[in-house]
């Protein structure tokens, strides 16, 4: 007598009839996130008929943080026993024999870890025959990638539904914030011309991350000095903020001058770079948005290769196969392009190619020109008492390389 798997990844679907109701708990007390799957299946593999075999195992892959993992039978409430196959998914043996036109039910239920008060985590699921429950408490600001869901409040509770018939393809990210009291802690930047002070603000709870971005913001401002050629050009101090998507409008950071910068608790070294970036590509007056965004990203760029330059690698190719993979589908020249209000999923290829020219613009000048001529370009663009516009820029770096770069106009 033959034994055989079912599993829930796309490959077993074709062999039997799987649904799963799928309920993910931000738990108030801010300890975890508690997932409880019920999943039923029926046996209509035509290999299993007329008692040839049977179902007598379940696969599933559980992401690698998942803690408390335990599983029982729906009805009777007994354990079901599981183990960690080497391929790395686990496999939970039935108490029952699920031959030809049988169903069998169970509960499945893992918690993930979280943050005091902020909570990230993705919703990975196949298929069109999951139904998907979000249970937040009320008092979080709550973001999800996907927008096709419905709304309950449920007490204290309110509780996001993807029905069934929902299409799961790729992870969905899920942010929460609880918007506690903010605390603060501060440093200084030894920079060349001035010392600035670092103030970094953060939800109670978050102390490590708020360390983190201190150092770190130390640290980048020394470097972007260095890339750029120029002192720190603001008079006033830098200010961080730990923000919610609200705050950013869906983007990483926001770099709101001397109010500071809004940062997401999520958000990586690069895109804290980035928005320090905005202080010295400010000072240029740049009159068009890819101006300012193609430096920014270029000043990134720069300062990994000197903290990390396996991921300046990766997102500057990154970056580069972006605007060639989108260039057909979005033909907008430079000069028409801006930022959009917010981001989200219903634009965010159009905003990824809008800043993927622009590095790819600035990023090929950087590579004919050359650190020297740039810099010298740089520092002219920083001491100008009017806006930068296109012909202004193209002018200034021609004059400081000696070079024709009128191939430039080709992507305005």
Known sequence: MSITNISPVPGGWNQTITDMDVTYEVSPDGKNIHVLRQVTFENRDEDTRFWRGY???????????????????????????????????????????????????FYVAYDLPRNSNTVVFNIVEYGNRTKVVLRIPQYYETDIERKDYHMLEQKEFTEFVFQKG???????????????????????????????????????????WGAHVLDATVKNLLLLENVTGFSYPPQYNVTIIQASVEDTQGYGGFNKGSKGIYLLHTSSDAILIHELAHYWTQECSFSHIWMD???????????????????????????????????????????????????????????????????????????????DTMQTGWQCLSELDHEVDEQCFIQVMQEASDKDLSYIEEFL
């Not at 408390?68 to 354990?79: F, G, L, P, R, T």
């Not at 393809?169 to 030894?190: F, L, R, S, W």
Request: hydrophobic letters at 30%; glycine letters at 4%.
């Open 55 to 105: 179902y007598s195992s379940f696969n599933y892959y559980f992401p690698q943080n998942a803690s408390n993992i335990c599983a029982y039978e729906k009805e009777s409430s007994d354990n079901l026993t599981w183990s960690l196959s080497s391929y790395g998914y686990y496999t939970f043996c039935l108490n029952k024999k699920v031959w030809y036109g049988d169903s069998y039910a």
């Open 293 to 371: 965004e193609g430096h920014a990203d270029l000043y990134t760029y720069l300062v990994l290769t000197k903290t990390n330059p396996d991921v300046a690698v990766k997102r500057k190719d990154r970056t580069l196969e972006t605007y060639q993979k989108l260039e057909r589908k979005y033909d907008i020249s430079l000069s028409a392009w801006e930022t959009a209000d917010s981001f989200d999923s219903t634009n965010k290829d159009a905003i990824l190619f809008g800043y993927s020219k622009a590095f790819t613009v600035i990023y090929l000048m950087y590579e004919e020109l050359g650190s």
């Open 166 to 208: 929902t299409t799961w393809k790729n992870p969905c990210q899920v942010t929460c914030v609880n918007h506690t009291d903010m605390y603060e802690i501060k440093g200084v930047a030894h920079l060349s011309e001035k010392e600035v002070g670092i103030t970094v603000r953060f939800w109670e709870g978050e102390d490590a």
